[in-house]
């Protein structure tokens, strides 16, 4: 566990973190209410949501659990109905929630596994995105944090490094489009961390948590369209 004293610089702020039942998106939600913001947490998996909702609240945040895939877009619509009803707006996006396939070369992926992938580490960043920048805009003031891992070719995980760079591609994109309006669109690039998909070694998650932080509170005259790495 890495000790730090954060400061409180998302207070006032909502931030609606996907994959958040585990790994990073656990440690950034976390991190973020210990910043002063309030937390709509996104995944599958009820239980673990509990629980994190629970520490949410016990740092005295407010933390808006949502049980959904962000591959299906009526799943996502309602994430952002829901957390627009519990909050004035979403200040905050990281769009975390991904899935990986167990190591094969990539004319071996079938095309189920291709097009599932694709769709949680793509499709869904793309799908929230959509719905929460108009009221961005209206509000002139966004953050949107999309987990990557840059340009990065891994043998055996053909599938996966697409995604990633493709939403690389489409954070440098969005945040071309998005200049000038108050929105920033950065990339973070964790690096190797402990989590389910990849238990075995690296950072633990909480590393992460500085860097997602100073992402999250980027002045207006924020750098936009970069990737930033975990070292």
């Known amino acids: 566990m890495v000790k730090r004293r954060i400061r409180r610089v998302l207070e006032g702020r909502v931030a609606l973190v ?17 910043a002063g913001a309030d937390v709509v947490l996104v995944a599958r998996r009820a239980h673990r949501l509990a629980r994190l909702a629970q520490a949410i609240q016990a740092k005295g945040r407010r933390a808006l ?6 591959a299906v877009e009526r799943a996502v619509k309602r994430v952002v109905d829901e957390a627009t009803q ?9 769009n975390n929630a991904a899935m990986i396939l167990p190591e094969q070369r990539t004319h ?17 960043p793309f799908l929230l995105s959509r719905l929460l920048v108009p009221t961005m805009l ?3 003031y966004g953050r949107i944090i999309n987990v ?9 995980f053909g599938a996966y490094s697409v995604s990633k760079a493709a939403l690389y591609a489409l954070t440098r994109v969005m945040a071309q489009e998005l200049r000038g309006t108050g929105i920033l669109v950065n990339a973070l690039d964790p690096g190797w961390v402990r989590s389910e998909m990849s238990p075995e070694g690296g950072k633990a998650p909480d590393t992460v948590v500085p860097l997602a932080i100073r992402l999250a509170s980027l002045p207006a005259r924020g750098p936009s369209g970069k990737e930033f790495v975990v070292r």
Request: aromatic content about 8%; charged content about 20%.
């Open 148 to 156: 990557t891992s840059g340009y990065k070719a891994e043998p055996g």
């Open 108 to 124: 071996e992926t079938s095309l189920v596994d291709w097009d599932r992938l694709l769709a949680v580490n793509l499709r869904g």
């Open 18 to 34: 996907t994959g958040a039942s585990s790994g990073i998106g656990w440690a950034m939600a976390l991190g973020f209410a210990d």
């Open 65 to 70: 659990l949502v049980i959904a895939d962000v």
């Open 86 to 94: 519990a909050f004035p707006r979403v200040d905050i996006l990281v």
């Open 138 to 140: 209206q509000a002139g």
